[in-house]
């Protein structure tokens, strides 16, 4: 193994900077989509899981109004939304549905987070 190696798989990163978060928690950093395992400590470090198929809250919208989500759909996240996860391609690329919503509507769905 490469002695320069720092994680073996990164499938789980500290992060800095994430005040406020909690398990559970969807979030990216920079173009890294993360979801928290634990709540942020006083600090803002926390530790995310940039891989697997999480339950996350998710509204069926796009950039022109309403939209079902369908399996297979780009889920994005959007930092100034609420829920942070929709189909707006304006935010960064988050994961894929791999359940539907009817369009308009905010559900828990199940997501597979994005490999870059």
Do not use: C, H, W
Not at 4 to 26: A, I
Not at 53 to 68: H, T, Y
Not at 77 to 104: C, I, Q
Request: aromatic share 6%; charged share 15%.
């Amino acid at each position: 193994m490469a002695k320069n190696l720092v994680y073996k798989t990164g499938e789980q990163l500290l992060f800095t900077g994430q005040t406020g978060k909690v398990s559970g928690d969807p979030f990216v950093v920079g173009q890294i989509p993360a979801v928290a395992m634990a709540d942020a400590d006083s600090n803002g470090n926390v530790v995310g899981r940039t891989v697997g198929v999480f339950d996350l809250n998710v509204k069926a919208i796009d950039g022109s109004g309403n939209s079902a989500v369908v399996v297979g759909d780009k889920i994005y996240y959007v930092s100034s939304d609420t829920p942070k996860l929709n189909k707006k391609a304006t935010g960064v690329l988050f994961g894929y549905a791999l359940e539907g919503l009817t369009a308009g509507s905010t559900g828990v769905i199940k997501v597979l987070l994005a490999r870059s």
